[in-house]
């Protein structure tokens, strides 16, 4: 099963909620909790996106290894393209893409250390 989808009746994990108040701040809430007040509404969306996918490289990382590189797949098979920040990946992910590679990630890679395979981890990729 895909790591990122609950099984049929299974609860999540975490649980995140983004209230927006009447004087136009967004609290961003876990489990309950707030974690953040923000007030431009223009950086409520990259701030969210930030908090949930670390949430999820920190359930992903009990079961699967996890490295800062890109992935892709083709013919049934992934290849991994580890490397440094501002070294290139998400431009040569982006180029094998053009070259009918399927994305499986840019900037994190899930391998599963029982199977040997790549899971997806699709973000935007600019």
């Given at each position: 099963?895909?790591?990122?989808?609950?099984?049929?009746?299974?609860?999540?994990?975490?649980?995140?909620?983004v209230?927006?108040?009447?004087?136009?701040a967004?609290?961003?809430?876990?489990?309950?909790?707030?974690?953040?007040?923000?007030?431009?509404h223009?950086?409520?969306?990259?701030?969210?996106?930030?908090?949930?996918?670390?949430?999820?490289?920190?359930?992903?990382?009990?079961?699967?290894?996890?490295?800062?590189?890109?992935?892709?797949?083709?013919?049934?098979?992934?290849?991994?393209?580890?490397?440094?920040?501002?070294?290139?990946?998400?431009?040569?992910?982006?180029?094998?893409?053009?070259?009918?590679?399927?994305?499986?990630?840019?900037?994190?890679?899930?391998?599963?250390?029982?199977?040997?395979?790549?899971?997806?981890?699709?973000?935007?990729?600019?």
């Amino acid at each position: 099963m895909f790591p990122g989808r609950l099984a049929e009746g299974a609860q999540p994990s975490v649980l995140f909620d983004v209230l927006h108040t009447h004087d136009a701040a967004y609290t961003i809430v876990r489990d309950g909790l707030a974690i953040e007040v923000v007030e431009n509404h223009d950086v409520v969306l990259p701030f969210v996106v930030g908090v949930l996918t670390s949430a999820a490289l920190q359930e992903l990382r009990n079961r699967y290894f996890l490295f800062h590189a890109g992935s892709v797949a083709r013919g049934g098979r992934g290849l991994l393209l580890p490397a440094p920040s501002g070294s290139g990946k998400t431009t040569l992910v982006a180029a094998l893409i053009q070259a009918g590679f399927g994305f499986l990630a840019e900037d994190v890679a899930v391998l599963d250390p029982s199977t040997a395979e790549l899971h997806p981890f699709a973000n935007s990729l600019f």
